[in-house]
């Protein structure tokens, strides 16, 4: 782990190998320690892999207010700044680094080479969906952490998962405990106030994949499908047996979906 100091925070990330930089931004709320499997592949493979731990995620540290995924993005683009890193990147974002990834391209377009959506989606939050990120913020202020954890862990990964991995379970745990209160607060103010991606998607002109869980209970797998049919040209993978976590689900599959398609790249 490395990191370098934002004007706001203390910036932990993985910085790993040499070539094609690709970037993986994890969901919520979640760390850079979800990419492990990816991170000890990618790097041996000519790649330059970048890993950040969102500000109040895993190592780095809180600031308080709304996380917009504006904001993630600019902090993103900012350790891509500071790394030196000019060329134009793959980024790999999961479900809210998915949000995240939406925000990049739409302020950064020349900086973005190809784009992997995995279990994440274009569409906004429902009324509904906002409803519950405000209940959500008031039980995490009032009762920590813990009943979040709770609700949202049996729900991240499949059956299968949970029959065939349970370590995976633990691992998720420690993970989830690792991000701060503000982080939780932030990402849930700012997700529930991003903006409709959909009108973005016809105007996508760099390589897209999109790899979805089949299982995924917090993402439906149809709104991956609509993702794919509006992204012209875009690769469309669905992991069996995984549901939202397919990167750690099926981390082989996973793997050798994104090598092939990065193999693919201009
Ligand atoms: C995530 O995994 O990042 C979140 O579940 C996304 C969301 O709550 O919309």
């Not at 540290?61 to 993005?73: H, I, Q, V």
């Not at 998915?98 to 377009?109: D, M, N, Q, S, V």
């Not at 669905?238 to 976590?245: G, P, Y």
Request: aromatic share 6%; proline share 8%; charged share 20%.
């Amino acid at each position: 782990m490395s990191s370098i100091q934002h004007p706001h925070f203390r910036f932990a990330y993985d910085d790993a190998g040499d070539g094609q930089p690709i970037l993986f931004i994890h969901g919520y709320p979640l760390n850079r320690k979800m990419w492990q499997p990816q991170l000890a592949e990618f790097y041996t493979l000519s790649h330059r892999v970048i890993v950040p731990d969102l500000r109040g995620h895993g190592d780095s540290s809180p600031t308080e207010g709304e996380y917009s995924m504006d904001l993630l993005a600019e902090d993103c683009a900012y350790l891509l700044d500071q790394l030196g890193i000019k060329q134009p990147i793959a980024i790999c974002g999961l479900s809210m680094g998915g949000y995240i990834a939406f925000a990049f391209l739409r302020k950064f377009p020349q900086k973005v080479k190809a784009l992997i959506l995995t279990a994440t989606r274009a569409a906004p939050d429902s009324p509904e969906a906002k409803e519950k990120r405000i209940q959500a913020v008031q039980q995490v202020q009032t009762s920590g952490l813990q009943p979040i954890i709770e609700s949202m862990l049996p729900r991240l990964i499949s059956e299968h998962t949970q029959h065939t991995n349970s370590s995976l379970i633990a691992e998720l745990q420690n993970i989830m405990e690792a991000t701060s209160i503000p982080a939780v607060v932030g990402d849930l103010k700012g997700m529930m106030s991003r903006p409709d991606s959909r009108p973005l998607l016809a105007d996508i002109k760099i390589p897209a994949l999109i790899i979805h869980g089949k299982d995924d209970a917090l993402i439906p797998l149809q709104e991956a499908e609509e993702m794919h049919n509006a992204i012209h040209g875009s690769r469309f993978v669905i992991i069996e047996n995984a549901a939202h976590l397919p990167n750690l689900e099926a981390p082989s599959q996973f793997n050798s979906h994104l090598r092939s398609f990065l193999e693919s790249l201009p």
